[in-house]
């Protein structure tokens, strides 16, 4: 089972980024899937999360309106669009994967909710 991660980079204040998570060794569609990230000196917080269907997604305050999440289950792969980038949205960012069936979105916001982690991207944006 594993989950890759990339599309990180370096960017200016108000650039963008798409990031992808492409999940390999099992099926991942029937599962939520999610983003996290962690500055230096920081906890992994949450981003974005994404139901099994694609219809349903949760963001942290701090990125709503800026980024999107969006998930190709045919290709077992998650986005994460990321608009008017800001400094302190330097951190790696980790793709995450569920195997935990829970009908509330928000129970996947937190990194407990998550079996299967990604090796991580370094995004760094420049003011």
């Known amino acids: 089972v594993q989950l890759q991660a990339s599309g990180g980079g370096l960017v200016p204040a108000g650039g963008s980024l798409r990031l992808s998570c492409a999940a390999s060794?099992?099926?991942?569609?029937?599962?939520?899937m999610g983003w996290f990230r962690q500055a230096p000196g920081k906890e992994r917080e949450f981003v974005a999360a994404i139901n099994w269907s694609g219809d349903s997604t949760d963001y942290a305050d701090s990125v709503k309106g800026r980024f999107t999440i969006s998930r190709d289950s045919a290709e077992n792969t998650v986005y994460l669009q990321m608009n008017s980038l800001k400094p302190e949205d330097t951190a790696v960012y980790y793709c995450?994967?569920?195997?935990?069936?829970?009908?509330?979105?928000?129970?996947?916001?937190?990194?407990?909710?998550?079996?299967?982690w990604g090796q991580g991207t370094q995004v760094t944006v420049s003011s």
């Open positions: 995450a994967s569920s195997t935990t069936l829970n009908s509330r979105l928000d129970y996947y916001t937190a990194p407990q909710g998550y079996d299967y």
């Open positions: 060794g099992r099926t991942f569609s029937s599962y939520a």
